[in-house]
């Protein structure tokens, strides 16, 4: 079938088999590999991405599904340097062996843009669907607090 | 926000201070490049058939159905490989071990659920998986064996024929005069204690590629692997390819935690398949198949007995264990218990010991390291001895401990299993962590708590682990040394190449901080490179917290002698005496007359050009070390966890957690901090939540994520981390290692706070993971809840 979905604002075009996830679309097609597969059950949260400004499991997602949609991946969320909450992540060290790391960003992404101030609590609840195995999410949660404060200050 | 405290002072220029990690730009943006990541044209994808199947005769293997589906290029068979490559050995051992064939496919027989029986290869991964269905398997089911009490009872089905019983292999340890020991005991304390099976769960699960390059003779394989060397070298002898002719690259890794410390059926036949094929082939792990063929965890029982005097001084433990491996020993299966034994006695000064070790099989996956590896259960055994202790003597739980604590003037201390702690303060550590969390101010809103009827409880871990793996001399075997080469390049940026491998742990960052700091040059100036065979010294690997202790020292010795050869060199250049040099702020300078100087890129020039050498030097600025540690390191700390259990639903709440740790020097406390964190929140997956469970057929229970309980963001607590500062003496840096330390104090704080919460009822013990109902029911079977 085809498959037309505009990725970080560039369109991608495909014969593909109905069957296929979108995340492997995103991965081999696209080949953008900065979106990870974690699990096979969309427990994970490794492969998230943004569907038309929300997050999704791109491993829950048939790529035919996604046809005329725009997604954003890690790869599309700052063309120039880092972008603050990965900035964050840097200085606070969000994380240790990066493979959360991209599903983590695309959600505190999504949870910023509708709550700038949110408090430890509600930085936790956000990431319900991203596991991560390496910091215990502390350090996950005091990055996505700093990046409101740092992007508040910029007025971003 | 949580406190986090850092009470200590860097000891260098960016030795000791909390620098960003140079891996962090390109893992942040999507950039880095996990074995999945890399792609090569023309690749066949493998997919793995694997027994549905405990125990059970292969009776009929088909494969002429999926062989002709389009797209599938061939598939391969336990038959195919007789002769070819049929077992694969483990490296630690017992000496009295039962060492089965460990074949890379299962021919006529399978012991567990997901050994691999073939592999298919086809176009794409898709239809590979298509293929596997239609394979056409009959087995001829056996009885199972599935928990180790009853797998050593007579009688028992066997799980290998050839052994006699089910009893692998065993290890004793006796020390002191044991008998003398519980004769003069006022009490005996006994207690049985679960140590459940869980899952390293790496985040990134098993991956291998192997590409063959015939016209050079070449074979490359890429695995998420720990171990990039110990795999070449298994690989080569496996295969029987030359090690020269054989390159590993272990490239970003998602995690490993242990998992990935091993030689795998799937990572010996990945790179037969290129060879054979003539094409690259890659085989991406599925979390399903991950949870059922990497290695497990734990899964222990001890049977702990601890002699003290009413006055809370212990005089000797008991401890029988049985410890479950599994169908078939992986690389350091039949080690991992003996860690749990040698360690059984803490930060203890008890003159008497006695440990029994029984390995079992059983029809599962087998169980290796995962993070802290023994030593998280040997803690577990003795922190949760030592507070039925307290209880039962009505001692406060730090009193016992402080009692009984190693004094910091007895270190050298050689414990009872002949071990020789390096150093420790395991009292200050203790009395900080008590201040850090208001001990005695808990305690009293514990008695208010009780008043109101609220369950409230407080609970310590004093731990102290064996690090730094390890002497090579040692026995058991401890890892050995670890390679590092320092070269300063001609236009004086430097390149530091690490025979260790790290995956997550920053050794990218806290290797150019060492190598940085002994070369006076900028840390931006520093590239770290590792995990490649062809490019890197031989190397050991990543595990047993050693990277930065052996590793890291490695690096400062090479650095070192770069050091000695540019004061040489720039003495030379300078017309003056090497003593008289000093490396200061990137130049080499007159200690007499600071303003004669050259700088360190003008020594590099001098070094390749070559022309202003002292006679008879070497061009060159670049050398290797290889550090072999003389003893282990031991590091401590200190786990207070607070818990408040809701009477109504049996749920544990983490009020508060506090951790001091003490890892000898710190090189970079950002990353310190994290491998703590990370282990506490490890160690608490398992307390509470996490549990590999077979059925009674020997079938899988919690086989995803959707089953398995791994930790959430909301489940776990802040954590409130500081350290201690008491450097080693088995390295020249002074550090000991951290990347273990939370998943070993952290298991049994917490349920010692749990069981300290339940204290009004009666409770004495509860076995992992305490989860709301386990800890709901055992309430509403006391009487005392009525």
Known sequence: MQVKVKINGKEYQDDVEPRMLLVHFIREKARLTGTHIGCDTGNCGACTVLFNGRTIKSCLMLAVQANGAEIMTIEGLSTNGLHPIQDAFLEKFGFQCGYCTSGMILSAYVLLQSNPQPTDHEIREALEGNLCMCTGYQQIVESISYAATKMKEAGK | MAQIKQTIKPNGKYMGRRIMRKEDPRLLSGKGAYVDDIHLPNTAHVAFLRSEHANARITKLDISRARALAGVIQIVTGADLRGVVENIPPMGVLPDLFVPQHPVLATDRVRYVGEPIAAVLAENPYIAQDALELIHVEYDPLPVVVEMEKAIEPGSPLVHEQSKSNVAGTFKLDSGDIERAFRKADRIVTGRFVNQRVAPMPMEARAVQADYQAGEKMLTVWSATQIPHLLRSSLSRLLKVPENRLRVIAPDVGGAFGGKLNVYRE????????????????????????????????????????????????????????????????????????????????????????????????????????????????????????????????????????????????????????????????????????????????????????????????????????????????????????????????????????????????????????????????????????????????????????????????????????????????????????????????????????????????????????????????????????????????????????????????????????????????????????????????????????????????????????????????????????????????????????????????????????????????????????????????????????
């Open chain 2, 267 to 786: 990572e010996v036949l990945l790179p037969l398949l290129a060879m054979r094929l003539g094409r690259p082939v890659k085989w991406i792990e599925t979390r399903r198949e991950n949870m059922r063929a990497m290695i497990h965890g734990r899964d222990q029982i001890n049977y702990v007995e601890l002699a003290v005097t009413k006055d809370g001084r212990m005089l000797g433990l008991k401890c029988r264990t049985l410890a479950d491996i599994g169908a078939y020993p992986q690389m350091l299966t039949a080690a991992i218990p003996t860690l749990t034994a040698i360690m059984a006695t803490g930060c203890y000064k008890i003159p008497a010991l006695s440990f029994e070790l029984t390995d079992v099989f059983t029809n599962k996956m087998a169980t290796d390291a995962y993070r802290g590896a023994g030593r998280p259960e040997a803690t577990y055994l003795i922190e949760r001895i030592v507070d039925m202790a307290a209880a039962e003597l009505k001692m406060d739980p730090a009193e016992i401990r402080s009692r009984n604590f190693l004094k910091s003037s007895e270190f050298p201390f050689t414990t009872p299993s002949g071990l020789i702690y390096d150093s420790g303060n395991y009292k200050t550590c203790m009395d900080k962590a008590l201040d850090l969390a208001g001990y005695n101010k808990l305690r009293q809103q514990q008695e208010r708590a009780r008043k109101q009827g609220r369950l409230m409880g407080i609970g310590l871990s004093t731990y102290v682990e064996i690090c730094a793996m390890g002497p090579a001399t040692s026995d058991p075997p401890g890892g050995g040394w670890e390679s590092a080469t320092v070269r300063i390049e001609p236009s004086g940026k430097v390149t530091v190449l690490s025979g260790a491998s790290p995956h997550g742990q920053g050794e990218e960052t806290t290797y150019a901080q060492i190598a940085a700091d002994q070369l006076s040059v900028p840390f931006d100036d520093v590239t770290v490179i590792h995990g490649d065979t062809a490019s890197v010294p031989p190397g050991v690997g990543t595990f047993g917290s050693r990277n930065t202790a052996v590793g890291g020292t490695a690096v400062y010795m090479s650095a070192q002698k770069i050091r000695t050869k540019m004061e040489a060199i720039a003495a030379n250049l300078l017309e003056i005496n090497p003593k008289n040099i000093v490396l200061r702020d990137g130049t080499l300078q007159s200690k007499l007359n600071p303003k004669k100087s050259v700088s360190v890129r003008e020594v590099a020039r001098a070094a390749y050009t070559a022309k202003k050498l002292p006679p008879g030097m070497e061009p060159g600025l670049s050398e290797t070390s290889f550090f072999s540690p003389k003893n282990y390191t031991f590091p401590f700390g200190t786990h207070v966890c607070v818990v408040e259990v809701e009477r109504e639903t049996g749920e544990v709440k983490i009020i508060k957690y506090v951790a001091m740790d003490d890892c000898g020097k710190v090189i970079n406390p950002m990353t310190v901090e994290g491998q703590v964190q990370g282990g506490i929140a490890q160690g608490l997956g398992q307390a509470l939540y996490e549990e590999i469970i077979y059925d009674d057929n020997g079938q899988l229970v919690t086989g995803s994520l959707m089953d398995y309980a791994f930790p959430k963001a909301t489940q776990l607590p802040e954590y409130i981390c500081d350290r201690t500062e008491t450097p080693t003496t088995s390295n020249p840096l002074g550090v000991k290692g951290v990347g273990e330390a939370g998943t070993i104090g952290a298991t049994p704080a917490l349920v010692n706070a749990v069981v300290d919460a339940l204290a009004p009822y009666g409770i004495q013990h509860l076995d992992m993971p305490l989860k709301p109902e386990k800890v709901w029911r055992t309430i509403e079977e006391k009487p005392e809840a009525r």
